[in-house]
């Protein structure tokens, strides 16, 4: 176990509904990422958060938000769900936001969009 | 544009046997290759990685080996368990762009017994 934690396990959405996800860090790591895995593919790159200011986004649109608290948790919304948004999603904690520290992934999120 | 690919979608290998995952690159300025680990139902797991500037490095069991040449990553796992059984992702990242991992698509390892 890593440490990362992640609620909800499950969840089912209609189209065009708002969802929020949540993860806590591993203790004493202040950078958090997010990813979306669709699949039988690798995760993709939505966006990380380091000290509670967003670090960096990968190739989604906006609709597609986080947040990041001051105990280093952080939450990931998505608004007006399509049926592609369906995936599991990951976050990962690191110790900080450089390239050398390891990522800690959560077990992840499993949304459905019907 | 970036892109992290893998040769083979699924191999089977006997109990005991060595595995050997291969990995293709075309990011030639990554400063990481990691490989990770995903069994069903978790979070992918980190195995291990290599920095850019070395061709080898050894872990428990496994040893990754990074070709910059031919700009191909493999993952060599000694002696294959059951509990090896599961999906291997190689993943890079770039000093530059921080902690961002880019992902390919995964490599399934069927463990028969």
């Known amino acids: 176990e890593t440490g990362v934690t992640q609620s909800p396990t499950h969840l089912i959405k209609t189209r065009g509904q708002q969802v929020t996800l949540r993860c806590s860090s591993q203790?004493?790591?202040?950078?958090v990422s997010w990813y979306q895995q669709a699949l039988g593919q690798g995760p993709q790159f939505i966006f990380q958060?380091?000290?509670?200011?967003?670090?960096g986004r990968g190739n989604f649109p906006p609709r597609f938000s986080g947040l990041q608290f001051p105990n280093y948790s952080s939450e990931l919304n998505v608004n007006a769900l399509e049926l592609d948004d369906s995936a599991l999603y990951l976050c990962?904690?690191?110790?900080?936001?450089?390239?050398?520290?390891?990522?800690?992934f959560g077990p992840g999120t499993r949304l459905t969009v019907t | 544009g970036e892109s992290v690919g893998l040769h083979l979608p699924t191999l089977s290998v006997q109990e005991g046997d060595n595995s050997i995952i291969n990995c293709a690159y075309s990011?030639?300025?990554?400063?990481?290759f990691i490989w990770y680990k995903q069994e069903s139902g978790k979070g992918p797991q980190f195995i291990i990685d290599i920095r850019s500037n070395m061709d080898k490095r050894q872990g428990q069991r496994v040893t990754v080996l990074l070709n910059k040449t031919v700009k191909h990553l493999s993952l060599q796992i000694a002696a294959t368990q059951p509990g090896d059984s599961a999906v291997y992702f190689c993943?890079?990242?770039?000093?530059?762009?921080?902690?961002?991992?880019?992902f390919g698509g995964g490599t399934r390892v069927l463990v028969k017994p």
């Open positions: 203790s004493g790591h202040n950078t």
């Open positions: 990962a904690s690191s110790l900080a936001a450089g390239a050398s520290y390891e990522q800690y």
């Open positions: 990011n030639s300025a990554s400063d990481y």
């Open positions: 958060y380091y000290r509670e200011e967003e670090n």
């Open positions: 993943a890079e990242k770039k000093g530059a762009a921080g902690n961002k991992l880019t």
